[in-house]
């Protein structure tokens, strides 16, 4: 079975600083991992993802995230939050090499904000 | 591309009545999602379609549930009869898969608001 566990229900940080929204997985197998954002009255939007090769990961908007294997983390980050960024933000595991390898597994999210 | 477009935004109605939720993919996309988001239990995915056909419904919480997918361009997802547990934010989603096994990013609708009163 895949999951994925975000800690934090609620991250709140100052604009200009360093944001992290924290996740980690469970899979069998090598994953495939994303990060979605949600803003209000609207569907999840793509930001990034780790299939393979280089653990730091860019996408978009300026956000990064990092997949460590030892640790079985993959981390969202930005250097320097704007206020925009405040949303709902959802990591995501799939299985590529399962039976239901189409299968995205959402973690609970984590709600951001950003105070001016 | 105008997106995943789905309709109603907002759908209100009473107990016992049938709801249908409709959903146009993208263009070219192959794979079609139905999710439903609700506080307590997060994203939960009810059924997947690959190419028109549904291959995993056994997300889809009871019998009163259905799902239809006629042709590529097009899908409806049938609550008869609601529930006031029903209630909740209904996504559809739409991607690319391909052979080999690795699924492009979903597209998500902007969600259909159901409440069941």
């Known amino acids: 079975a895949q999951s994925v566990a975000q800690p934090e229900d609620q991250v709140n940080v100052a604009e200009g600083n360093p944001l992290t929204v924290k996740c980690t997985y469970s899979?069998?197998?090598?994953?495939?991992l994303f990060w979605y954002v949600q803003y209000p009255n609207r569907g999840l939007q793509f930001l990034l993802k780790?299939?393979?090769?280089?653990?730091l990961v860019k996408g978009s908007y300026g956000f990064e995230a990092e997949f460590n294997k030892s640790q079985t983390s993959f981390h969202l980050k930005k250097p320097s939050a704007l206020v925009s960024d405040s949303a709902l933000y959802f990591c995501a595991v799939r299985d590529p090499t399962g039976p239901n390898d189409y299968k995205l597994s959402f973690g609970a999210g984590t709600t951001v904000t950003v105070r001016a | 591309d105008a997106g995943v477009i789905q309709s109603p935004r907002h759908e209100v109605t009473e107990m016992g009545q049938e709801v249908t939720l409709r959903c146009k993919p993208i263009?070219?996309?192959?794979?079609l999602f139905w999710y439903r988001q609700t506080m307590m239990r997060g994203l939960e995915l009810l059924i997947y379609f690959n190419n028109n056909v549904p291959i995993d419904d056994s997300g889809m919480p009871e019998d009163r549930f259905s799902a239809k997918m006629p042709n590529a361009s097009f899908s409806t997802l049938k609550i008869q009869p609601s529930e006031p547990r029903d209630s909740a934010v209904y996504f559809c989603?739409?991607?690319?898969?391909?052979?080999?096994?690795?699924?492009?990013?979903?597209?998500f609708g902007s969600g259909t608001q159901l409440s069941v009163l």
């Open positions: 263009s070219g996309h192959n794979s």
């Open positions: 899979v069998s197998g090598n994953p495939y």
């Open positions: 989603a739409s991607s690319l898969a391909r052979s080999g096994g690795e699924n492009e990013k979903l597209f």
């Open positions: 780790y299939i393979t090769g280089d653990n």
